[in-house]
């Protein structure tokens, strides 16, 4: 069984930053990829940015909304995946979840992920 522990979300005004995480443990998956979502009120889950986790280093992928705002990161040793959110604003409020991916390589498909963590809120306010 894997579970997947995210922290650090809270209430943050507009233009500041917040750092999640997510931690992983259980069955040894270690080198698929990894991803983080999000959920607004009233709207569908979607994809927020990507890493690949194999052993020559992590690709990222980001979603046209936060690039360049947010820049996700991992540290394998502690089997922890990161993402740093600057320049916040109000649309940025969601729940955020990390995910572990059933594949190698980059991916924005829900689908494509079968491991979630129970999702940290994230609130921006104006």
């Known amino acids: 069984q894997v579970q997947l522990v995210e922290a650090g979300g809270g209430l943050v005004q507009a233009g500041g930053s917040l750092r999640l995480s997510c931690t992983a443990s259980?069955?040894?998956?270690?080198?698929?990829?990894r991803g983080w979502f999000r959920q607004a009120p009233g709207k569908e889950r979607e994809f927020v940015a990507a890493i690949t986790w194999t052993w020559s280093g992590g690709t990222t992928h980001y979603a046209d909304s936060v690039k360049g705002r947010f820049t996700i990161s991992r540290d394998s040793a502690k089997n922890t995946m990161y993402l740093q959110m600057n320049l916040l604003k109000p649309e940025d409020t969601a729940v955020y979840y990390c995910?572990?991916?059933?594949?190698?390589?980059?991916?924005?498909?829900?689908?494509?992920?079968?491991?979630w963590g129970q999702g940290t809120q994230v609130t921006v306010s104006s």
């Open positions: 995910a572990v991916a059933r594949r190698f390589g980059i991916t924005e498909g829900e689908d494509d992920y079968n491991y």
């Open positions: 259980g069955r040894t998956f270690s080198t698929y990829s």
